[in-house]
């Protein structure tokens, strides 16, 4: 033993010791004692230990260091200096008492390195103590991290002082530390990469970074050596870590204080040293002092744990204290938002779906604050918060963009991004709870606030390292998610509705106190970085910002909910909208539903934060945009009618968030009422000097007027100068003062003036003296408003004024004035001018007798001829303006004088226009020249007698060339401006090769009396390129072969014709030199690869003749400039050197034992086929023939000199099996094979091809798709093609019916017969049929097929109805929702049927047997919302008539045109609406009573009959009793006295009321009863409503009636009010009539316009797919029309072609979409045959949707069919290109035409789902031509270091891709082998296109039907509307709408004596029900015009 130790001596000449303590448990003391190890082998170290604590040799003893790591003979040599050990009885022996260990914790290295980085709590203005407790949360989850059960976490805040001074413990339980990790704990800056937390060398394996996982939670998060010790002494001074690794029985123990460390700098010991204490768990023996009397529970508490941690932090700073306590719910969110991931799982803290086991986190963090007695511990776990912002970021979301970015190496980042939807009317992004709220701007801000900005402008993307947050680190947003720049398809607040995450792993640095990433972002940016697209867990090559955008605008448009606007009422154009592209469109509702509220048109609302605030009443919502039905949006606006409309009478749209929600009808009412009272009533007049001025004064003129002082009052009598508008800039109130002349002609206003209100003298006017007219006067006072158009008018009602007439006396007068002078005059057209003569006061008096009048203007010369006189006016005529108009907008002064007046001058001002055209001026003068092809621009002027240009209607100026045939004419209009310009464009003649001279003549054809005027133009030839000639010069030759236009070239097949040269030539036959500019415009056909160069140089690029020798071949030179030149010629290839033999056969088939039929011939042919002349007679003779089992005596061989040909005949074969046999023909070096097929013999059996599992599934009155294909066959089974014998059909079972096509038939040529069950009806269960031939009285045996006949689920057999039957159906609302189910056979839901398809009739009355009435309303279903079953349809949203009654619900469901479903009748009994009116059975008419003794004279009501109704007018008074009380009150609503009264002196009659009616007899007025004389009062009946609920508010109903003193007046009123009620009611009804035929009339009009717009828009469409529209004249052509295409659908669709032959009784079962063989077709024969072959072993299997169907075919086949649920097929888009191909350019050039199989799959249905399927069965398999192109693309593709798929090749073989090719296993055998598993050929494009004509045709037709009826009803209706009877209408309308006026206006003038109440007129209209619908009014007065 001491020979194999190893000697200190060898290592190491420095002094080493170790510790070794004596923990046996005999042993009295653990006391500590030095043993050197120096130079010493393991055996002498023993030795000198048991020499030291004496230990006898038979004594078993080991020694451990405190780790329990054993000291053996391996690690002996790496003991260091100081080391502390145990001497123990055993390794796992429990201590008896506690040891110390020296250690030592400098610094580690990186302390210098790394000092750079900034400090760790840069908190960034925030409290910086939850980060302090997330190191401490770090450390203890990568303790944790190999946890198998919970990881749990415990922070207790001891803060009783009773217990202690105030501490922090953090506690664990991991996997603990050893006394070596905890030594390197205390190491400052030791991180996980350097540290070595081994006791030995030999143990340390150094760092492994974990494996990926979703979220990078990997717990690797304690990482620096820095954050735990930066985090225990910011919260504290003095720290104490007590751990106890797994499997080790002691517990280690360590404290760090700064109080020990500033011991040690005063005793200038080494600050960095300490002891760790090893004990066992639970002993606190160490434990000193009152200040930690907590520690002695929490060491007591060790004993029970397998391992731990705990870190106890004390002497906390007093503000860390008052922090925790009053801040606990704030520190503790931060935590649970840093740790969110780690404590909820990867998908976070999702509060709305239960959680899965897989996505639960095992990770407990409990905190815990225990203050002191007798105040409750608070007890906290962080999965309890639910406020964190991660957690409400996941929990307001409502989708996720999941995606990844790559940036090479290790470096992991996932992403979310998550949507926050607009709702209604907020935004849901969350918003911190604890964030600062600014404070509000104003106490205004009650209303709503609309959220506008979402996330606004903080970052997108929280940045997780490791799974936890790294604070202080954001990402704004990346290029793809960035708002865009330029306008897109979503909204750009969307991109404010956005949050993310960013998960990283440790690949990116971050700051040692990790608050900030160093360049995460940086790096992000990165060009390199990789984005993209996780769906399902799959990575998707897509483009990131294509998929987002996408994403996004799914998000909006699906998840969005805002503002509902509900009935749609169309769309309009808003005017008053600045921006021109957002006046329309936009849509109109009738309401909005929002914030729980929903606002009507109609309703009072009050405006919010508008100024001023506004009362108005609903008009309508308004919505930008193109929308149909309800709709839900961000916001909108409102149109409002300003409340009062006295006040405004104004309609203001303003934004809907400006509605005050807050604001109570009553409030908005009592408001608008007091503005009414404010409004002006009348003026009072004073006169302060006194000289007033009474009615009908007559004064002298220049008497002078006024002054004159006003005053505005209201109905109050108060004064006021404003217009009492509330809460604006009120209208000032001024007073417009005029004076009117009455005048002979007419009333002239002489003098107006505005009077200003003034505080001190209100309005005041000034003496007025100008009143110096004759006649009589009217001074009118009128308010008027300060601005706007209808000054005098306030809502429709005229301000108060005054009024005085009064007449004023002429006086002498002595000047004179112009008449009426022209504005403007043109150049020597005539004119008058007249002048009125005044007295000195205006007055009109005559002219002198001795006139001459004197006309003057500076610039123009004026004279006349002569004048005249009449009256007072005095004419100058035929004045005219002579000279040249140089600016037409110049005004000339004309001055006219009359000398020896006092006023002798008066001037005028004028414009003066050219005059009429005189001549036409043509420029230039003289000659032009031109070339040919080139403009002649000519311009011409038209001008007056004075050379001024001059305009004039119709002046067109027409140019035409003469000189040459076929030239163009051009003319110009020059009637807006005198001039033009002619051959502007260019002038093209044919062939011009000299200089050609033509003649322009210029004239105005309706301007005779102007001469035309002739130009000399000069046309040269052109110098553009107008030949090119082509010819063939080699470059060492002189010889030139020119090639002619059209000229014939023989030339080798295959070969190369060049050295093709060109030459240009213009149109006077000159060369033309080449140039770069004119080689572009050289174009050949027959090549694209034009060098611009060589053409420069006059070479054409070389000609590749055709291989084929056979044809001609069109090649053609052009160039092309502004017009084609071109020159061609005709190719003609011959045949090259013979090649190869080609063997043509008459026929290929053969029966056993005969001989070959027709000749086979042999040919030579060259390396492209064509046919030569090497085979000779003499030569025949060598040709050789041979095969296999090929009867060679039999053969012959010919010559044929005609062809030139080998023919050999006599091919039979006498042995063998049918099949295909290689005939083997050889001639000198030449050999060529053909295959002859041959068949067999008698027909003796019918085999099932392809036969189908038993029994076949079949839906009860449906047919197989799959046809059965019989094969007659020989005996020995070999197919025999007889068509002679016939195959039919039998049923064997008795009960089954089945219906064919044919139910028998011959076999086809192949053999074969094929039957299509189209129907088969039986019972549920198994039945047989059988296929039977014959043949010349012979029975030939078939197979029996079973069937198994299941009910069809897709056949609808009846409509299930649900709905609330216990629902009251009111007048007005909606219906109940209405849910039908369309039952099939099978008792389960139609899927999949057509919702147009069914319909809900309704109609008025009782059950009418089994079908409605005609004149039932048909209503259309809903559509369904998100949560409903698409099996159902539901019907919402429908409205109940407005007329009570019973009615009848019924539902039908057309499933063909002939057939349909009808659902029984339901009974339905419509209520009427709530009470809302009192109103009497008929209208009476108006009473006139007098207060006179007869009672007569004084009866008001001689019986009336009042009921209760709704808003429709339906009776709802049932069950309502009461009173109804009859009281008189005034008609102004003001409390008037002198009411009259009833008898007895009573002013109120009740009347009783029961269930809704009440009858009002004898109602009389009391005799000598009170009232005024004249007056106007109302009988008003209000109902009383007994009953202990609250009473409904009833309107009560109001009778006007007039009141007189004297019984004879009151009897003349009383007669014409009767009349007055008379005319109002027929005024009513004619009013109606014609309002109706005007709304007709538009609507007529509209539908005529649509109609044509649609038969338009279907004429361009027909024309676009090929149709004749000239040809569709009418009905009948266009039926035949469509019969034709209808017969060539048929024939296309029964034209053979290759189908599936596959049963598939599964397609048509629920949820089942077939088999594979069926869901695809293919186009290409050999492409479908490859395909199909390579699939083969799929073929057959069934595709469901859903797992379970699947299980149950599984299940019914006992396991015997294959099956495929796409819930369980992985997929992912696939848009990658050929491999061949990247970044847009080949790799290499492919041969073979490569395909993706994929892209050769046509679907006729399920399109999404095949796609999926087949993109799983075939992959990135590829088609190619054939076999060697497939080796050459794959040797292409693997060259380039890409993975080359499968290859498949046209011709049948495969290439794995593996690259193995051949054998029978990769060679697609015959199709016809395939035995119908091959997928069929889809219809033509033919057939496709000739259904689109169809039905464009279609609906040509019923567009030109509807066009033609629209029309005839618009016709015949302006006729209606201008025959006499409507003409007689209109005119009695006329007249008695006078003679009301004049009955009314007598009315009015009946004398008043005293009274204040005002006449009032009534009109029928305000009685009329505005509820009532414009289409009920239509079918009334439609009914009256009928009559």
Known sequence: MADSGVSRAESSTDSLSVYIYDCRPDSKASCEKVVEISGKSYDKFLQAVRQEFSISQNEVFVLTTTDRRQIVRDVYGELTNGRTLHLLQSVDQELATATQERINYLPHYHTIVQSGQYEYYASEGQKALPYAFAELIDNALSATSRNRGVRSIDIRLLFDESQGGPAVVVIDNGRGMTSKELNNWAVYRLSKFTRDDNTFQSDHSGYVRPSPIPRSLNSDISYFGVGGKQAVFYIGQSVRIMSKPVGSPDAHEFVMSKEDFEQKEKNKEEIYSGIIRNRKPGDCSHVRGDEERFLHSLILEEQSKESFTAIVITRIQPEHVTYLKQDFTLWTRELAHIYHYYVHGIHGNEMRNSRSAESTSNIDIQISLIDRSPRLPRLLNLREIDNDMQTLYINSSVAEFEFKASKGGDARVEGLIRYHPFLYDRETYPEDPYALTPVAESDDDECFVLHTEGRGKRAIFECFWNGRLIPYSSVDEFEWCARPKKVCTVPLECYNRISGVLFTNDYFQVSTNKLTFMDLELQLRDKETIFTRVLNGQEQRVKINREFTAWLKECHERYDKQVKFIGFQGTTTRTDVSTKRLQSPWARFKAIHWDGKVYKTGQQVKSVKTQPILFGTIVQFLLYGDHEGDEYATGGHVQIALEPKELYNEDRTIPISKIDRLATAAAIRKSIDDELAKLPDQLRLTWPEGNSWPDKAVRPAGTPLGPIQVEILNKKGETMSRLPVANVNAKKLLIELKVIWHSPKGDIPTSSHIGVHSSKWEYWFKVMENLNKLGKYTLQLQTILSDGESASEWAGKRLPQYTLHFTIKESSAAAFVLGVVPSSLRVGVPFSLNLEFRDEFGHPTQPPSDIKAQIQCSSLQLSYEQTASSGTVFTIQDLRARGKVKNQEKMHTVKVMIPGLRQDCQSFQVSVRPGPPHQLVVLPDDEVSIE????????????????????????????????????????????????????????????????????????????????????????????????????????????????????????????????????????????????????????????????????????????????????????????????????????????????????????????????????????????????????????????????????????????????????????????????????????????????????????????????????????????????????????????????????????????????????????????????????????????????????????????????????????????????????????????????????????????????????????????????????????????????????????????????????????????????????????????????????????????????SGSLASRILLDKLCLKIVDKYSNPAGMGINGQVIATVISVVGDKAKDLPMFENKTRSLPYSLTDGEATITDLVLMENSPGFDGAEYMLQFRPVIKGLGPSPTIAPYNLPFRFYNDAENRKIMATMSKKKDQLSQTIEIYRGILETNKQLTTELKSQVHDAASKETQLKSELIKNGIDISKLTNVSVIEDLISKMEADLERIKNEPRRKCTMPDPFKGSPDVLGKIAHLAQVEDDDAAKVISWHLLGDMDCVVTATTAAAKKIYDDTQGRQQVMPLETVFWRPNNKPLPHIRNGGSLFRPLGNPVFVRDLLIFPEHAESCNMVFSSLVGDTILVDDLDSANHYRRGVVQCKVQCPTLLTRQGERIRSNGKFGGLQNKAPPIEKLRGQVFGAPLPKEYHAICKQIELIQQYSVAIEKATAVKSDYEIHMQYLQSPQMKEKQKELQEQEQELRDIEKQLASTPVRTSPISAMKRSLLDEADDSTPTKRIRRKTRKLMDS
């Open 932 to 1491: 040919n092809g080139s403009p002649a621009p000519f311009k011409v002027e038209i001008q007056d007698e004075f050379q001024n240009i001059t305009a004039h209607p119709k002046l067109i100026v027409r140019c035409q060339l003469l000189g040459a045939p076929d030239l163009p004419v051009d003319a110009v209009d020059c009637s807006n401006t005198g001039t033009g310009l002619l051959l502007a464009k260019p002038i093209q003649l044919k062939t011009v090769n000299t200089e050609q001279v033509l003649t322009a003549k210029f004239g105005i054809p309706n301007q005779k009396g102007i001469s035309c005027v002739e130009r000399t133009l000069r046309v040269l030839p052109s110098t553009r390129v107008f030949r090119v000639e082509v010819y063939r010069q080699d470059e060492d030759s002189d010889d030139v072969m020119v090639i002619q236009n059209m000229e014939r070239i023989d030339w080798t097949a295959g070969d190369t014709l060049g050295s093709l040269r060109f030459k240009l030539y213009d149109e006077g036959g000159r060369l033309v030199p080449l140039a770069q500019k004119l080689a572009h415009n050289i174009k050949v056909n027959w090549t694209a690869d034009v060098k611009t160069a060589e053409l420069a140089k006059g070479i054409l690029p070389s000609i590749c003749i055709p291989t084929k020798a056979q044809g001609e071949h069109f090649y053609q030179v052009a160039f092309r400039d502004q017009h084609t030149v071109d020159t061609s010629f005709i190719i003609v290839p011959r045949p090259d050197e013979p090649e190869r033999l080609r063997i043509t056969l008459s026929e290929t088939t053969v029966r056993m034992g005969e001989t070959l039929s027709g000749n086979i011939y042999v040919e030579v042919v060259d390396q492209y086929g064509n046919k030569t002349d090497a085979l000779t007679a003499e030569s025949m003779k060598t040709v050789s023939v041979s095969a296999d089992d090929l009867d060679v005596s039999a053969l012959s061989v010919k010559w044929q000199a005609s062809t030139g040909t080998v023919l050999v005949g006599g091919v039979r074969f006498a042995s063998g099996f049918p099949g295909p046999r290689e005939l083997c023909f050889k001639y000198q070096e030449f050999e060529e094979f053909s295959r002859v097929k041959v068949t067999a013999g008698p027909p003796a059996k019918i085999n099932l091809l392809d036969a189908p599992e038993m029994p076949l599934h079949v839906l009860n009155g449906r047919g197989l798709d799959t046809p059965f294909l019989l094969q007659l066959c020989d005996e020995w089974g070999n197919p025999v093609p007889d068509q002679r014998v016939v195959i039919a059909i039998k049923t064997l079972s008795p009960q089954l019916k089945v219906k064919s096509s044919v139910m028998s038939q011959p076999v086809d040529s192949e053999g074969r017969a094929c039957f299509t069950l189209e129907m088969v009806t039986a019972t549920k269960g198994e039945h047989e049929l059988e296929f039977r031939g014959s043949f010349s009285r012979n029975s030939i045996p078939g197979p029996v097929v079973t069937l198994n006949v299941i009910p069809d689920p897709n056949n609808p057999v009846r409509l299930n109805v649900e709905y609330d039957s216990d629902a009251i159906l009111t007048a007005g609302d909606m219906f109940p929702v209405f849910k039908v189910t369309v039952v099939s056979e099978e008792g389960s839901p139609v899927r999949n049927a057509n919702p147009a398809s069914l319909s809900m009739l309704l109609w008025q009355g009782s059950a009418s047997g089994a079908r409605p009435p005609p004149g039932a309303t048909t209503l259309k279903c809903s559509k369904p919302k998100e949560k409903e079953k698409d099996s159902n349809f539901y019907f919402r949203d429908k409205e109940i008539p407005e007329q009570v009654g019973k009615y009848i619900v019924q539902f039908v469901f057309v499933v063909e045109k002939s057939k349909c479903l009808w659902s029984s009748q339901i009974a339905l009994n419509v209520v009427p609406n709530k009470p809302v009116k009192l109103v009497p059975e008929s209208p009476p008419s108006t009473p006139v009573v007098s207060n």
